[in-house]
């Protein structure tokens, strides 16, 4: 076991078991066993946890912390998340199944997200009005939103916590995190760190625990400014409508169908070998997976054998098999969903092409491993298509022209990230203006960087993370208009000398 953390919420600046004294095992979901023993909180945790958050927002003891008091506290979260890196990769990696190196990787990009911000805080966040008039000064200030929910998945826990984290408390808002219940391990050891570095009190509480249980009522309460939530489309809608009854302003991320446009032009070598990458990276629990292959008909056949020869080779394994290429899926209840919408999708004309089942090769039969799979032969109307499996399942349409390819990337009500492989500049250019997504990769898959929004158009989500636009969401805007010297505004005339009452 890595991690027993039985005092593991953290509000107002102490750390304490649940109300309850209710704990939970995290098990790992490459072989089962015990990763962690966490709290789980209750909603009385929850109410604490807000409260908390409330008082030290209205207090104001961080939010009137200068700019650069609170870039100096992210940068020192910075620091001591690269003092413990090696050890905060361990954990995430314990509780997700991931590769150790991929999880490696994942904190490598909270330290720049956290980096990022400390750095955007920095620069000028107030403009001044020019009005005509030189007794007038008008100025536009960016305050605090207040408090805020943060509510993360399972897939990258530690990297989505940071998203919402990091530019929280450059704006100077109180938050509760509430990570996934599959993966609370690497959310401890954060809220440590921003407890070590000089958090006042109050400012960063943690909760642990079932959505239904300990999420809702943070979405649901008067209390709470803002929720930001990365996770599936029905909980999106349900956050999204508990939120309209106390008029809190949402930033929801909800995943994606996300297409990946391959022409007969293109750089084939690349575009095959990215596709293989976009779809079966982290066994596809990535919202930006490359999960629908558009490819122009004349390079069908050739492109489908290549990727079903690559996939048919991927080795799969947990966290220390140096070999392994990709991991487990997250629990069993996630493989049986991606093992239904595979059966779905063949019932509705689907043709399976690799995997498509739980591997059975041991030691994989201890843990949620699904084979890489290809499903051949599909069109939009689908479930597959339409869908998110959010496991290793690529489909396959044809396309026959740019129109096509475009009307076919844009029919999907998601619209997080695509891609488009051409050598045709103008072409790629045409495509990526017409493909309704957050985020186009032109002969490209995958990349991100903490400076560049993120998020997405339709049914995507609302709002954007990372980059200026990642720190807006937690800022409020008030224009400051200061009259020099006071006057009478002389709109009304004065009562009559001698009228009374
Ligand atoms: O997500 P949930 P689940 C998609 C993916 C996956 C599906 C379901 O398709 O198969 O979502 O996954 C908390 N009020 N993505 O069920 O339920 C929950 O505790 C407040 C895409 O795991 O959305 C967890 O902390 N909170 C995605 C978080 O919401 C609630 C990443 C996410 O859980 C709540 C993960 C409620 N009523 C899954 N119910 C992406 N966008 O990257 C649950 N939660």
Sequence with gaps: MSAQSVNSLFIDGQWRSASNNSIREIRSPHDGSLVAIVSEATPQDAADAIASARVSFDSAVFSSWSWEERSALVARIADLLERDAEKIALLESGDTGKRLVEARYDVADVISVFRYYAGLGLTEHDRVVHVDDERIKSQIVSEPVGVCALI???????????????????????FILKPSELTPSSAIALIKLIDEAGTPKGVANL?????????APLTSDKRVDLVSFTGGLATGKAIMATAAETVKKVALELGGKNPNIIFADADL???????????FLHSGQVCSAGTRLLVERSIHDLVVEKIVVRARAIRMGGPSDQSAETGPLISQGHMEKVSKYVERALAEGAQLLTGGKRSTLPPLTKGWYFEPTVLDHCVTTM??????????????????SEAEAIALGNDTIYGLAGAVWTNDTDKAKRVAKA??????????FGPYKAQAEWGGFKASGIGRELGPNGLQEYLEIKHVWTNTSPARSGWFADAQQGDSK
């Design 383 to 400: 479930s597959c298509v339409q869908d998110e499996s959010f496991g290793p399942v690529l489909t396959v349409e044809v396309f026959d």
């Design 435 to 444: 493909l309704h997504h957050g985020t186009i990769w032109i002969n490209d």
């Design 269 to 279: 070598d690349a575009a095959i070998d990215n596709a293989v990458t976009a779809v």
């Design 152 to 174: 993360g998945p399972w897939n990258y826990p530690l990297l989505q916590a940071s998203w919402k984290v990091a530019p929280a408390l450059v704006a100077g808002c109180s």
């Design 207 to 215: 909760i642990l625990g079932a959505g239904a249980n300990v999420g």
